[in-house]
């Protein structure tokens, strides 16, 4: 039993992490059908502006997250004006976007490794206090990443539900064409559509730098099951993907009880091929119009 | 036994629903071998469902097709083609980054190149393939598309898909021929032609046609038979004659939506 | 750099590059030919190594080895197909990539069997000795090899007739059908091809090349480490198929060679900065590649802009 809840906390955090990662790729996808495989490293800049802002510069880690989500939301626009606008205007199809983000990750990963080098960093960040709550210990950070990130994604729910930017991106994401004619303007929303994508890559960035430690690879090694998390929660929803990340990390956490925890992406990506082949739309499972 | 039935397929209360939408509720038709059958019925009316269903293209909820004596509903689509039963899309689905003879040499059949241990062995399929390419240029000729016969798919214009779609299922020298609006977008004239000429290959090797069409005249003057559908069920089947002044058909046509187009 | 040592090296490069050309054919088939995109090719590199080294350190004689070793990517690559070919393009390539991780994620746990992370030591057995009788045998006739040659040829006579062998069936009906698929299914079947089926035989002829380019990779590296079957490898072999021109297999021989210099080859020149910065700058220079090709040049430097189809 104790040790039930303590993989629940432990997934809690990690999925937490996968949640907002998937959250933002999802968005991008869902609005720009851009499968973006420099996702990962979005989130690594993200780390490694907190990490001039907390370490470099030596200010307090509050700041630095605003640098994450800063940096990376600029980067997403700036990508967006120099890369993925131009190429839809020339009719560039999925693949093709998607292989160019295949290669633009190599850049940005590379750049990253060419900047920083290749060792792991940290924040300045308590990482020892835990607190133990009689049967189960949760330690600092995991309170930091589970709040935050739950703050972050209630945030994230209002803005698309009950804001105007939110409904038209919701519009844009059923049909772009569609809502082009009836008078949105999809350029603002694009641009929100990054500056919020890339601001949750930021802050994943940030969270999984504080959870785990900093390298150029950290966010490129969490993409495959951010993919997960997405396929599991059904492609394009965004509601989906927080649910796919939280089951992702908790299955993984779990998973420990029973096997090895160098196992545990192994079964992450077990559950992923299990849900495709059972449940091609999604854990939560709306099959969508065909043909 | 199967073979000499006049019968050569027999559709037996077909459904399919979509959601809330039953595309196909309750359909049932015969279709007489060698028989020009025309499907018609108001947009929206289920024709290209019922297509589907019957070629394997889209799960019948229940339902019985029998076609050369044996229920396929349910099966594979390309085991149905094999089967015999070819059809056509309505929106054309043709091969833009393939030459338009190649589009039309994939649809022969008995190809034992097409096998993968067999690929490696040129012996083994060469010559099919010599008489598969002449087949298929003369099948261009006769929808008139052999001026294109070296050009990539994808530069053909709407009209000239649909004809690359006809020549394509003509090629799998099928049993039943299924066309959705073979006609749509193509010169009338040429249009004419063709299903002239379709009317002459029935004579001379038992092909049997049914087709999707919307333009009447054409209808009444080619069909044998005309089945009628709307709002997913079969309303009426009979002679062009007995179902022109049939009050159920126009009814049909003028509550059942834009009808023409 | 000392002249022979340089040879050496720039022997060591090219066979680098063989081992990927071969690799990438695989890719080539599945992807240019029945259009899957298959993110987890690396896996079926990584079963023929491994089975390669598995069988020779537990005594299986290596002309015996070699073959059951392809077959068992070629098996493994139905294995995967099997329940997942019917998905859609872009969750294929994530289910892929899943199994490949998963079974490296195994590799490395099962240290017992096959070293883990300290590596499966001697899995080419006997090369080293075979190697030294080729050598041998040409010093007896007074040609003095550098001990690097015999692998380096023996790969690229693979790769030639792998290439051979995949343009001998490249003019064949089996081809076109697969052409078919690619684009359009629906097309296919409705003319009675058996789609799953072609998809089903691209993916293990494909997986087999693979396997095929592990069994070199084991001759090459002698060690095994589960490190060496990371994505990244079938992320480079996607570059060097973008590069050379996704549906050319001729492209794939060019490609890989530009690649592999790249990758490795820049070492030989010396630039004023440290190691680690200069083997990030090279991958700064295949990431920019694939995006140039992408943006301005899909088809590659040899592939048919007409008969490129990169929507599946
Ligand atoms: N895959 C599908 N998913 C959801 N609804 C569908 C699907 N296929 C068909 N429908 C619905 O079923 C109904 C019948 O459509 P169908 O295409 O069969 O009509 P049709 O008779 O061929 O019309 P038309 O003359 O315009 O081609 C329509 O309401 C259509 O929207
Ligand atoms: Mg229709």
Request: aromatic share 8%.
């Amino acid at each position: 039993m104790d040790e039930l809840l303590q993989t629940t906390i432990n997934g809690l955090a990690s999925g937490s992490i996968y949640a907002l990662g998937a959250v933002g790729l999802s968005l991008v996808y869902a609005i720009l059908k851009l499968v973006n495989f420099a996702h990962g490293d979005f989130m690594t800049l993200g780390g490694y502006a907190a990490f001039v802002v907390n370490v470099t510069w030596g200010l307090p880690l509050v700041v630095s997250v605003l640098g994450a989500l800063v940096v990376v939301a600029a980067l997403g626009l700036l990508t967006e004006a120099a890369i993925w606008r131009p190429m839809r205007e020339r009719g560039a199809g999925v693949m093709q976007l998607l292989l160019l983000s295949l290669g633009f990750s190599f850049v940005l990963r590379n750049l990253i490794l060419f900047a920083w080098g290749g060792e792991t960093r940290t924040l300045r960040v308590d990482n020892t206090s835990s607190y133990d709550l009689g049967i189960v210990r949760i330690s600092l950070l995991q309170v930091i990443v589970i709040v935050v990130s739950a703050v972050a994604m209630v945030a994230v729910a209002l803005l698309l539900r009950r804001t105007y930017v939110g409904k038209s991106m919701r519009a844009l994401s059923d049909s772009f064409a569609l809502a082009e004619v009836s008078g949105i303007n999809t350029r603002r929303v694009v641009t929100y559509t990054w500056i919020l994508g890339g601001g949750l890559a930021g802050l994943a960035g940030f969270l999984a730098t504080i959870f785990t430690v900093l390298t150029p690879q950290t966010g490129w090694v969490l993409l495959l099951g951010i993919f997960a998390a997405i396929i599991l929660g059904g492609i394009g929803d965004p509601f989906g993907a927080l649910v796919g990340g939280l089951t992702l990390g908790l299955v993984q956490e779990w998973s420990t009880m029973v096997f090895a925890p160098t196992y545990k992406e192994a079964v992450g990506f077990a559950i992923l091929i299990l849900a495709l082949l059972f449940r091609p739309n999604g854990l939560l499972g709306h099959a969508t119009r065909t043909g | 036994m199967a073979e000499s039935s006049p019968t050569i397929l027999e559709v037996d209360d077909l459904r399919r629903h979509y959601g809330g939408v039953r595309a196909v509720d309750g359909a049932s038709f015969t279709v007489q071998r060698g028989s020009i059958t025309s499907l018609i019925g108001p947009n929206g009316a289920g024709k290209t469902t019922a297509f589907n269903l019957l070629t394997g293209f889209a799960r019948p909820d229940t339902g019985r097709v029998v076609f050369e004596g044996s229920d396929v509903a349910g099966h594979r689509s390309d085991r149905v083609a094999r089967r015999g039963m070819v059809r056509t899309f309505q929106l054309t689905r043709v091969l833009g980054k393939m030459r338009v003879i190649e589009n039309v040499m994939l649809a022969a059949q008995q190809q034992p190149g097409e096998r993968f241990v067999t690929a490696f062995l040129p012996t083994r399929w060469r010559s099919r393939e010599e008489e598969i390419r002449h087949e298929a240029a003369a099948v261009l000729e006769q929808v008139g598309l052999s001026e294109k016969a070296e050009d990539y798919a994808a530069t053909l214009s709407g009209g000239q898909r649909k004809l690359l779609e006809l020549a394509r299922a003509l090629m799998a020298r099928p049993r039943l021929l299924m066309l959705d609006e073979p006609m749509a977008g193509v010169n009338p004239t040429l249009g004419r032609e063709i299903l002239a000429s379709l009317d002459r290959l029935r004579h001379e090797t038992g092909l049997t046609v049914m087709f999707i069409e919307h333009d009447m005249d054409v209808v009444m003057d080619i069909s044998d038979e005309v089945i009628v559908m709307g709002e997913g069920r079969v309303i009426t089947q009979g002679t062009p004659d007995a179902v022109r002044s049939d009050q159920r058909v126009i009814d049909a046509y003028l509550s059942g939506g834009s009808g023409h187009e | 750099m000392d002249p022979l040592l340089a040879f050496g090296f720039w022997a060591y490069v090219l066979t680098v590059a063989g081992v990927y050309a071969v690799f990438v054919l695989g890719l080539q088939v599945q992807l240019g030919d029945a259009g899957l995109l298959n993110f987890g090719h690396v896996a079926f590199m990584a079963v023929g190594a491994y089975a390669t080294g598995l069988m020779i350190t537990n005594g299986v004689p290596m002309l015996i080895a070699i073959p059951c070793a392809v077959a068992l990517a070629a098996l493994f690559g139905v294995l995967i197909g099997l329940p997942t070919l019917r998905l859609r393009g872009d969750f294929f390539a994530i289910v892929t990539i899943a199994a490949g991780e998963i079974l490296r994620i195994i590799i490395q746990n099962r240290q017992d069997e096959t070293g883990g992370t300290l590596g499966l030591r001697r899995a080419s057995g006997s090369w080293r000795e075979t190697n030294n009788t080729i050598l041998d045998w040409f010093s007896g006739r007074g040609i003095e090899l550098d001990r690097r040659v015999p692998l380096l040829v023996i790969t690229w006579v693979v790769a030639v007739l792998v290439a051979l062998l995949l343009r001998h069936i490249g003019r064949s009906p089996w081809r076109r059908a697969l052409r078919a698929v690619r684009e359009n299914e629906d097309a296919a079947a409705a003319v009675g091809k058996p789609v799953f089926n072609l998809k089903l035989q691209a993916l293990a002829l494909g997986a087999a090349i693979a396997g095929i380019s592990g069994v070199l990779f084991t001759l090459l590296q002698t060690s095994l480490y589960p490190e060496n079957f990371e994505p990244i490898v079938t992320f480079i072999g996607f570059s060097i198929l973008i590069l050379g021109g996704i549906g050319s297999y001729f492209g794939v021989v060019v490609g890989s060679i530009i690649i592999a210099f790249i990758i490795s080859g820049v070492r030989f020149l010396d630039f004023p900065l440290e190691a680690d910065k200069v083997a990030a700058l090279r991958y700064v220079v295949v990431g920019l590649l694939i995006m140039g090709m992408m943006a301005f040049r899909p088809q590659g430097i040899f592939g048919k802009r007409e008969e490129l189809h990169l929507d599946g």
